[in-house]
């Protein structure tokens, strides 16, 4: 298989144009069909702690602004949240899946013991534990009709101290 060096385009106007392989990061022809959740504003959001030091999530990023991971894949979208954590979306009932992979960052110290839990309009989607053990979760969930998606992350400890979830490529779809 031979590998081209550069792409040529053709846009609906019958204009061709070339660029070379290095300058293509990705095509996406996903416009309007795909939205990842780091790229929308939360319309509710919760975050406090039980030890006084308030985490705030991230996006795209983990919580110590580093790449956002889980096990030994790195991931360019998604949501860095530390417990206790409420997240609303206005997903507008116009979007058929939720797909995420769900983890702890390998490079979070203590135990990270979380529970996660998603809601659609009011209704439990999903509800698991993790923790560091936790093998990551590739996740697909059913939004048809749902207007408004809520997760949570809460702690299953005492403290909230290293009570971390990543919650990579997070996206609804249509």
């Known amino acids: 298989?031979?590998?081209?060096?550069?792409?040529?385009?053709?846009?609906?106007?019958?204009?061709?144009?070339?660029?070379?392989?290095?300058?293509?990061?990705?095509?996406?022809?996903?416009?309007?069909?795909?939205?990842?959740?780091?790229?929308?504003?939360?319309?509710?959001?919760?975050?406090?702690?039980?030890?006084?030091?308030?985490?705030?999530?991230?996006?795209d990023k983990n919580l110590d602004d580093g790449p956002l991971r889980i096990a030994k894949e790195t991931y360019a979208k998604g949501l860095a949240v530390h417990s206790y954590t409420e997240l609303v979306y206005?997903?507008?009932?116009?979007?058929?899946?939720?797909?995420?992979?769900?983890?702890?960052?390998?490079?979070?110290?203590?135990?990270?013991?979380?529970?996660v839990i998603i809601e659609g309009d009011g209704r439990q989607l999903f509800s698991e534990e993790f923790d560091r053990k936790t093998a990551p979760r590739t996740l697909t969930l059913d939004v048809k009709n749902i207007k408004q998606m809520r997760i949570v992350v809460a702690s299953k400890g005492l403290l909230d101290l290293g009570d971390h979830l990543n919650i990579a490529d997070a996206k609804v779809s249509k």
Do not use: C, W
């Open 1 to 59: 298989m031979q590998r081209r060096s550069r792409f040529q385009i053709t846009t609906v106007a019958g204009m061709k144009l070339e660029y070379p392989r290095q300058a293509v990061a990705r095509l996406d022809f996903s416009q309007g069909r795909l939205t990842y959740l780091s790229d929308l504003e939360p319309v509710k959001l919760i975050e406090r702690s039980n030890v006084e030091r308030v985490e705030r999530y991230r996006r």
């Open 90 to 115: 206005d997903i507008g009932g116009q979007y058929k899946d939720f797909k995420a992979v769900l983890g702890v960052d390998p490079t979070v110290g203590g135990d990270s013991h979380v529970k």
